[in-house]
């Protein structure tokens, strides 16, 4: 299950990919329109940092098939290979899949997926992930860990080569849990990482260790202090 970032702020970009093992970053127009200015000034800082290799999802806005196509090109021009853009799963955005698929080889993530029916239909029209949005899904009533674990049959039974990038989370409970079904990715906000492993019983033993060293070895030392 690859990691990806939920965020386009730059620093702390920097930071969980200096901490954890990122593959990494997605962005929506929300998390865009909190940096401003030119979306391609912080998308291209972002490509930079991540380099060619990682995987950026960078959403098209477009509401009609051909109006998604020709944003999902200009996209992929100038953020090169490795750029996933997101397509909304409607039927304007299934269009603009099919089209892309026969097309060119750029590489859709179908986005804003709340329901099972929308990921079968969205890689039956090539895209490569489906992003289901688990927290919003809770937040409506439903299950979106079910909602995703149901994806994920679908996908198996109809031997699909679709893979599902989950997103929207608000605790690190919900991660493990796909964690646990092997989904193919998740994309998690800064603090989510960190929730991961925020725990006091963690802190207190490692803390204790460092401690009981320092008890004999004197303050702040290491074992780079001796040979
Ligand atoms: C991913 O595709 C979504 O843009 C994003 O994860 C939504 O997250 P939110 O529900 O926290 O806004």
Known sequence: MKLL????????IEKICELFPVAGVTTNPTILSRIGGNPFDTLKAIRELIGEEADLHV???????????????HI?????????????????????????????EILV??????????AFIAGQCGAAY?????????????DGIRVTREIKEIFSAN??????????????QQVLE???????????????????????????AVENFIA???SFAGKDKTMLDFQ
């Open 5 to 12: 970032i939920d965020d386009a702020r730059i620093d702390e």
């Open 76 to 104: 992929v021009k100038i953020l090169g290979v490795n750029t996933f853009v997101k397509i909304p799963a409607l039927p304007e955005g299934f269009k603009a899949m099919k089209t892309l698929l026969e097309t060119s």
């Open 109 to 118: 993530t179908a986005t804003a997926v709340y329901t099972p029916m929308q």
């Open 59 to 73: 959403q098209a806005v477009s509401r009609r098939a051909q109006d998604i196509v020709d944003e999902a090109n």
């Open 212 to 214: 009981d060293f320092e």
């Open 130 to 142: 489906v992003a289901p949005y688990v927290n919003r899904i809770d937040n409506m009533g439903f």
């Open 178 to 204: 796909l964690s646990r079904c092997g989904v193919g990715a998740v994309t998690l906000a800064p603090e989510i990482f960190y929730a991961i492993v925020n725990n006091s019983a963690i802190n207190s």
């Open 159 to 172: 031997a699909m080569e679709t893979e599902i990038i989950a997103a929207s989370f608000k605790n690190s």
